[in-house]
């Protein structure tokens, strides 16, 4: 590593983030065993042969208590965690929500959790809302939680989901480029001129008895972006009562049909491109069997 940053050093020796490595560095916890040619500070670069003492403190608790709270895990090791969340479960603790979050549960589950930033909790680096199921991953640390940072900053990661709305598009495949921002009330979003870049990618899949069943790839990652572009659309998801009337179907309350289907990144300790399937869980299966039926159509999801 000569010719690195200090700082990159001791956050890729201790598989911290950068940023807390420099913070160490800047409270006098990184030290020289011997002369250091750049100095002690974050950008100084290494050379050949230097050697250094790192003092980590004990990171502090956080004070949430562990809880046993149901969801899938498709893979772990020690830098991540691919979630399968199930619909009806909040990811972080907000007004409303103290308890039973995902938050909880990965702390109950995974009691080892990596010390990020002097705290042991996990590292959420993207969420799905309550009412939407599917694919999440989680940094175990703070390296990883930087690189999935920088990979969902850039716009590296690859998400697809699969919905069911209501109508069928006027295109069976296109772009919705249209700027999202929250609505006059202050509530919802919407698509406004003043609101900030959103791109969604759909494709039917097929259309049949007045819905849609389509597959959506997000190029950005907006607040309910999917929801509010189908909408804005014409073509609202089904069980979205936030966004659309009330339904008069046999929808799960509290539940839209919006599946986080499929994911792909970089994988931060080595850069692999590793991906990931989540099956459509039962009651979006159960729904779904309800419009198609082999005396309905041949082609089925």
Not at 35 to 57: D, H
Not at 67 to 86: A, C, L, M, Q, T
Not at 173 to 181: M, Q, S, T
Request: hydrophobic fraction near 35%; charge should be positive.
């Amino acid at each position: 590593m000569s010719g690195h940053r200090l700082d990159y050093v001791v956050s890729r020796e201790l598989g911290i983030s950068r940023s807390y490595a420099q913070k160490l560095i800047k409270d006098g916890l990184v030290a020289p065993l011997g002369p250091a040619n750049g100095g002690i500070k974050p950008s100084a670069k290494v050379r050949l042969g230097e050697r250094y003492a790192v003092t980590v403190p004990s990171p502090k608790k956080l004070e949430l208590e562990p809880e046993d709270v149901e969801f899938g895990v498709v893979y772990s090791d020690d830098d991540i965690i691919v979630i399968d969340k199930p619909a009806g479960l909040v990811v972080h603790p907000s007004p409303g929500h103290y308890s039973g979050t995902l938050v909880h549960g990965l702390l109950y589950r995974f009691p080892e959790f990596g010390d990020i930033k002097g705290v042991i909790r996990p590292g959420i680096v993207h969420r799905l809302d309550a009412t939407t199921s599917g694919l999440m991953v989680v940094a175990r640390g703070g390296f990883a939680l930087e690189k999935l940072y920088g990979e969902f900053k850039s716009r590296r990661v690859e998400k697809t989901y699969l919905l069911l709305c209501h109508g069928a598009p006027k295109e069976p495949k296109a772009r919705i480029d249209a700027p999202i921002g929250r609505d006059n009330d202050g509530r919802r979003m919407t698509v406004r001129a003043d609101g900030k870049n959103a791109v969604t990618d759909y494709e039917v899949l097929w259309s049949r008895e007045g819905y849609s069943l389509c597959r959506c790839v997000i190029h950005t990652g907006r607040t309910h972006q999917i929801r509010v572009h189908m909408k804005a659309a014409g073509c609202p998801l089904v069980g979205d009562t936030f966004y659309a009337a009330p339904e008069k179907n046999s929808f799960p309350e509290n539940r839209v049909f919006l599946h986080s289907w499929k994911l792909s990144f970089a994988h931060p300790r080595d850069g692999r491109k590793v991906h990931y399937r989540s099956f459509i869980p039962e009651d979006l299966r159960d729904f779904l069997f309800g419009i198609l039926s082999p005396s309905r159509a041949t082609r089925r999801p």
